[in-house]
Every structure is written in structure tokens, then in C-alpha cells.
């Protein structure tokens, strides 16, 4: 099994930062894409930013300039910087990673239990 665990999340004003971290543990034999994901009340999920294991960024446009993405492949940590918060950043931000379990061999597609960030205006 593989868990993914966040942390960094909290309450801060509008144009202050954050910065999220999540860990994968678990049976993985190899991690490919890491990412994050955000969903405000009443909306659904949504891409905020992915990495793949050789450092390539996508990002949403809403994010772009304002937030960076990066991993530590060696600790299985992907972090989200995020600068010039604005209240409409303000969302459950969940962690997600795809791999290789250790013995199986078998595709994962795992998600965190969640962080919120909270921006107030």
C-alpha cells in the first residue's frame, strides 16, 4: 500500500505565502508523476500543478507565476510554493503520485487525505 501524507496547509492573508509538502512511504519501486490538486466548496476538483520524475511542470494559468512546484526524489516529497496568495486560492489542496509497487509490479494512483489553505481577503 501506498500513503501519501500532506502538511503545510493553514490560514493566511491575501498576498502572503505557503508552503505545502507530501510524503509517499509505502511498497514503491518507482514514483513517476507527483502533483497537486485543489477543490473549493461547491467545485470540482481541479489541477493546480504536476512534476514528473525528471523535473517537467505543468501548472494551471489560474497559478502560473504565482506557485512552484518541485521534489526530492530521494525523500519521495513533492512541495508546492505558493506566493501572492489570493482568497480565490482558498481550497482543500490534496497530493497525488502514480507509480510502481515494490512487489506486485503493479500501477498505483494514490491520493492524500488532504490540507486546507485558507486565504482571507
Known amino acids: 500500500q501506498v500513503q501519501l501524507v500532506e502538511s503545510g496547509g493553514g490560514l493566511v492573508q491575501a498576498g502572503g505565502s505557503l508552503r505545502l509538502s507530501c510524503a509517499a512511504s509505502?511498497?514503491?519501486?518507482?514514483?513517476?508523476?507527483m502533483g497537486w490538486y485543489r477543490q473549493a466548496p461547491g467545485k470540482q476538483r481541479e489541477l493546480v500543478a504536476t512534476i514528473t520524475s525528471g523535473g517537467t511542470t505543468n501548472y494551471a494559468d489560474s497559478v502560473k507565476g504565482r506557485f512552484t512546484i518541485s521534489r526530492d526524489n530521494a525523500k519521495n516529497t513533492v512541495y508546492l510554493q505558493m506566493n501572492s496568495l489570493k482568497p480565490e486560492d482558498t481550497a482543500i489542496y490534496y497530493c497525488n503520485a502514480d507509480g510502481i509497487r515494490s512487489w506486485s509490479m503493479r500501477r498505483f494512483d494514490s491520493w492524500g487525505q488532504g490540507t486546507q489553505v485558507t486565504v482571507s481577503s
Open positions: 509505502g511498497s514503491i519501486r518507482t514514483l513517476n508523476d
